[in-house]
């Protein structure tokens, strides 16, 4: 027998509570407390959990979702859920737990499209705001953008109210700069590139639920302010008098695109601000031998007051954040390298005329910098988004049932993953954000960073029309730079428009519908006999479904992995018909023969289903061909085509040769050109 009783005494720090263990169960075991208005930390692991309530009162928040916690209520967690225990009583809240390990379980629960997905919750996915200062590149479209749109098409077809949402990043001093070499304000520029941007989104089939414009969006300056007040009032941020830069001629205030230098982090060069190399921020006063933009002296350096942040102090709260959702080791490593200074003080606001100055009257001629203003243009965007819909989301009370997921380029890491989620607990500390990030590194042109100014870049409206979009999406999903810069060169995407496209893809394809055409008047045939390499080729189909699946899926989301079982899926296809070819005409073997052409159909209409994500016209194209209407729920299964269904791929022409001509330049007459660093700051 083994006896064991609750004892509060015997109790230790575990998880942000108090826990004990009880030993010779044969399982994990232990009795934990949660003080009132307390709560366990956030985590997941592989071993089946459950818990049951002795006694108090809570609840209970899993994957987001939350449940009553009460006495005799027994709660299973499956391996991988993330769960929280919070005491919303007011006495102790005690528990028994039990967890063990089942590998079995562990991998069904990982492979569990169900666990991986939302439920009811609404998930506004969001792609960096783009700087107004110039337009889109391919360095720009196949990062934050393509990575959105895909994510968000997937979640769709498997139910999940999804919506995409972005917006013209307006007060950004890239704007300014702009402005002044085009003879225009800032506001013109900010308003024509705007234009610019969302018709090259339109051309990339990049559909936006929501786009707000900074700068004239209703009620949003005035949200803004309210945002930045709410942070002033948690006492957290103050006026601070620290070190600035500031031009030796003209005693122009220097940050951002003004100034460049050396990395205090790594000593790359760098420009104001932030370092695109690390990812790690500057005070623009801390860099090494730093040069105007304005002129060649050195910059003078003179103390000044702003608003201020101590960032320093939270990085226990970045830690239990960064713990909630999906977050890459490369962030969680950039904030352990911030951590590790002693101090970290982040400026709020900056001199400048072009932005909104804060409520506040404690220093005259700033305004609120613009990369914390874009902590509340994501809560602005769903208010504004929510308007349309019916749906009463608030950007002053964000929903604890929301969540966030992000696509961004490494250079912004720092502000989305360290630096908003300490806003969000400064200016909500009621609101737990379930935050999910997604980041990509640069993407180079030729071997080199894609340039504005050297007009070293490949414009999006170069490239797109609606015949060519479906092979850029599928080069760049293939090639984007995940974990590791990647390289677009004009000679790999023509050959791969050329073999890979319309060499291997469109040639089978038209040739599997000349053979219908001929042997089966154009019908697709009911399957015969089956042989072993026929069930053998249904279940490779069957591998593919689910590799795509997990490389579209929110946690191994991977558009070069989605992008390679794609073409895995038409390789497997070539590689089984070249040898089914062999009888293929043998009188002996017809309901074989049959057979092989129903799976190559079926292999198509898998492909039709899992290539609308990534390629949605020639998904589109191919269903139609197929006799069948676009996919629009993914796929749980591979699953022929319809006997007798009008096959319509001998003439079908899904990809046509690449024209795309070198050198490339920008659209823009020189007047026009964006300025250094464009390229950057969109993500």
């Not at 997921?405 to 720092?414: A, I, Q, T």
């Amino acid at each position: 027998m083994i006896y064991d009783r609750y004892d509060a005494e015997a109790l230790h720090a575990a998880f942000g509570i108090r826990m004990s263990s009880i030993d010779g169960l044969g399982v994990g075991a232990g009795w934990g407390r949660v003080a009132p208005g307390g709560a366990s930390t956030s985590h997941q692991h592989d071993e089946t959990e459950f818990f049951v309530i002795v006694e108090g009162t809570g609840e209970f928040v899993v994957d987001g979702r939350r449940h009553p916690a009460q006495p005799g209520t027994l709660a299973l967690f499956e391996p991988f859920e993330s769960h929280v225990l919070e005491n919303t009583g007011e006495t102790d809240l005690v528990f028994l737990t039990q967890y063990w390990r089942d590998s079995g379980r562990a991998l069904a629960s990982a492979r569990n499209q169900k666990r991986t997905g939302f439920g009811g919750r609404p998930v506004f996915v969001f792609s960096t705001p783009p700087t107004p200062n110039g337009d889109l590149h391919l360095g720009h479209l196949s990062g934050p953008y393509l990575g959105a749109d895909a994510y968000v098409r997937y979640q769709r077809m498997n139910g999940t109210d999804a919506w995409h949402l972005t917006g013209s990043d307006d007060y950004q001093s890239y704007v300014v700069a702009a402005a002044a070499k085009e003879g225009r304000e800032p506001a013109e520029t900010a308003a024509y590139y705007s234009a610019e941007i969302l018709q090259t989104l339109a051309l990339m089939d990049i559909p936006l639920d929501q786009y707000t414009v900074t700068d004239t969006a209703p009620g949003y300056r005035d949200g803004l302010r309210d945002f930045f007040s709410r942070v002033v009032a948690s006492g957290w941020a103050s006026v601070a008098e620290k070190d600035a830069l500031f031009d030796a001629e003209s005693g122009k205030y220097l940050y951002e695109v003004d100034v460049t230098g050396g990395c205090p982090g790594c000593s790359a060069p760098t420009g104001g601000n932030i370092c695109e190399d690390c990812g790690e921020p500057n005070t623009v006063a801390d860099l090494a031998d730093p040069q105007s933009s304005g002129s060649s002296g050195e910059p003078r350096r003179a103390p000044l007051a702003r608003w201020s942040l101590p960032l320093h102090v939270f990085r226990d709260d970045v830690a239990a954040h960064q713990r909630l959702g999906r977050v890459p080791a490369r962030l969680r490593e950039l904030a352990d390298r911030l951590f590790a200074r002693p101090e970290l003080h982040i400026p709020l606001s900056h001199p400048s005329s072009w932005g909104v100055p804060p409520a506040e009257k404690d220093v005259d001629g700033q305004v609120i910098w613009v990369w914390p203003e874009m902590s509340y243009g994501f809560l602005h965007g769903i208010e504004a988004l929510g308007a349309r819909l019916g749906k009463e989301w608030q950007a002053g009370d964000p929903g604890h049932d929301w969540k966030i997921v992000h696509f961004f380029g490494y250079d912004n890491s720092f502000y989305h993953s360290v630096l908003y989620p300490v806003l969000y607990q400064l200016a909500h500390p009621d609101w737990t954000p379930d935050i999910d990030y997604h980041v990509n590194e640069f993407y180079l042109l030729e071997g080199a960073k894609f340039s504005t100014s050297r007009r070293h870049a490949i414009w999006g409206k170069e490239i797109l029309t609606p015949e060519s979009v479906d092979a850029v999406r599928y080069f760049l999903a293939r090639n984007r730079p995940e974990d590791e810069r990647t390289d677009f060169r004009r000679d790999a995407y023509d050959a791969v428009v050329r073999d890979t496209l319309i060499g291997t893809w469109q040639s089978w394809l038209n040739d599997l519908g000349a053979r219908i055409a001929k042997q089966y008047d154009g019908k697709a045939p009911d399957s015969g006999n089956w042989t072993p390499e026929h069930s053998g080729f249904l279940a490779r189909l069957g591998t593919r479904l689910d590799a795509v699946t997990a490389s579209l899926g929110s946690e191994g989301f991977s558009l070069n992995q989605a992008a390679a079982e794609l073409d895995g899926i038409v390789r497997d296809t070539v590689r089984f018909a070249r040898r089914e070819a062999r009888t293929a005409q043998s009188a002996a073997w017809p309901d074989e023969t049959r057979t092989a052409v129903a799976l190559e159909l079926t292999a198509a209409r898998l492909l039709a289903a899992a290539a609308v994500p990534v390629m949605p016209r020639f998904a589109g194209r191919l269903a139609a061909a197929l006799g069948l209407p676009e996919a629009t729920v993914w796929p749980e299964a591979v699953e022929p085509v319809p006997p007798g269904t009008e096959i319509r791929l001998a003439d079908a022409v899904f990809f046509t040769p690449a024209a795309l001509s070198a050198p490339a330049s920008d659209p823009a007459p020189a007047s026009q050109s964006a300025p250094p660093s464009a390229e950057e700051d969109a993500g």
